[in-house]
């Protein structure tokens, strides 16, 4: 990816998220300081929360909540095929059953008709239900809560491309509020929104599932006092374990970079916009592509990704062949996602053959760069370069 002039993805690294992390190597005080707690409580202010926990990715992230609310070979999960292989393997490491909702065939998203689709038909007991907000655009979280209530299923936000976007629900809030979830799940990968180079954080506004999940990131290791059972008087070096965890902690090098990077999140969306924006300016007239969902709300989007839909099949060409065109031109271009059906891990899924929707997003749908450096010049460029191929 990085041999591109314009990989599809690139960080945004600036002096100050140098100075923040070279600071905190300076102090000397790398693990479980106060970086992590200024973190967290930068998190828990901008979305209102209770609780804003931060762990070394997105995938702990999921795991976490998932384990903290009892997923097990009985309670399992709906969720989407059209997501990264962490939203449902992290159900697997609870040893749950995962059950795939179809999706729009144009937004790649879970949809109320999919997700009611979807309980008509599983056979064990859904205890949540994961939507995904691919690229950064936002599910109906209230209409999908509903379904999930009305069938006794928490919802939970795989918000891992979402970090920054404002939900226009009957009040708007930010992604990551938790107003219709139980909790929010967010990846701080290198190519996120913000980055901590392998990071993630959950957001709840349930006390009881933030301290289960705070065990589970920390070996399931109890510090306080009050906390613990019988703890023998006048030993403050005790400690105590009742039920086992992981090492899931973020260091502080690691959160320096994120909290910095979590101070200008509005800003790096404006710039996403900005160049999502101009995508548009340039590309809407190509009647071969469609282009992503626009809203009118500056924050309505997280635009983690730029996606392009064409329909390869109709047009009779080569999904591949465009992608070696964009790459002949130093342009990266990546596919979200290979349907989790597809690998091998999940083909046995029953659902697969109703899974139609997922399956045309998945033959028409390909990410062009999307990142905050690009100039209008690179934005202009790169949609020549995607406009020549069809001429
Ligand atoms: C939708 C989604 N969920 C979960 C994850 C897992 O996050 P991480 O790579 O930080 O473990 C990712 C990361 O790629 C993702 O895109």
């Given amino acids: 990816m990085n041999n591109f002039k314009f990989p599809y993805s690139r960080a945004d690294v600036n002096k100050s998220d140098i100075k923040a992390v070279v600071k905190v190597l300076e102090n000397q005080y790398l693990a479980q300081g106060n970086v992590v707690k200024n973190f967290e409580n930068s998190m828990k202010k901008k979305f209102k929360v209770s609780d804003a926990i ?26 989407t095929p059209i997501t990264f292989l962490a939203t449902a393997n992290a159900a697997k490491m609870c040893n749950a059953p995962v059950f795939f909702a179809d999706v729009d065939s144009q937004t790649g998203l879970m949809t109320p008709k999919s997700l009611k689709e979807a309980f008509n038909k599983v056979k064990f007991k859904v205890k949540a239900v994961v939507v995904v907000h691919l690229g950064g655009h936002i599910c109906d979280l209230e209409g999908i809560s509903k379904i999930a209530k009305k069938n006794g299923s928490y919802v939970i936000e795989d918000a891992c491309h979402a970090l920054g976007a404002i939900y226009y629900g009957k009040e708007k809030s930010y992604v990551g509020s938790c107003k219709y979830s139980l909790a929010s799940t967010f990846s701080f990968h290198a190519i996120k929104n913000i980055t901590m180079g392998e990071g993630g954080a959950i957001t709840t506004n349930n006390i009881s599932l933030a301290n289960k999940i705070r065990l589970n990131i920390s070996h399931g290791m109890i510090k306080e006092k009050r906390k613990m ?9 005790y400690y105590q374990m009742r039920d086992f965890g992981w090492n899931y902690r973020a260091s502080e090098i690691s ?4 909290l910095n990077q979590f101070k200008r999140i509005d800003r790096i969306i404006k710039k996403r916009n900005l ?109 020549r370069v995607v406009n020549d191929f069809f001429n």
């Fill in 275 to 383: 160049t999502a924006n101009l995508y548009k300016k340039y590309l809407s007239s190509n009647n071969n592509i469609i282009l992503p969902n626009f809203s009118k709300n500056l924050y309505a989007k997280g635009w983690h990704l730029f996606q392009l839909s064409i329909d390869f099949k109709k047009l009779k060409i080569k999904k591949h062949l465009f992608m070696k065109h964009l790459s002949n031109h130093s342009i990266g271009s990546q596919v979200h996602y290979i349907p989790l059906v597809n690998q091998p891990y999940y083909k046995n899924n029953v659902e697969k053959k109703f899974l139609i929707g997922s399956n045309i997003y998945y033959q028409n749908t390909i990410s062009i760069p999307m990142y905050t450096s690009l100039t209008k010049q690179d934005v202009k460029y790169i949609s």
């Fill in 54 to 79: 931060v762990c070394n990715s997105g995938t702990a992230a999921l795991h976490s909540v998932y384990r903290s609310i009892g997923l097990d070979k009985k309670n399992g999960i709906i969720t």
């Fill in 255 to 258: 959160c320096a970079l994120g």
């Fill in 229 to 237: 059972i019988n703890s023998p008087k006048d030993s403050p070096w």
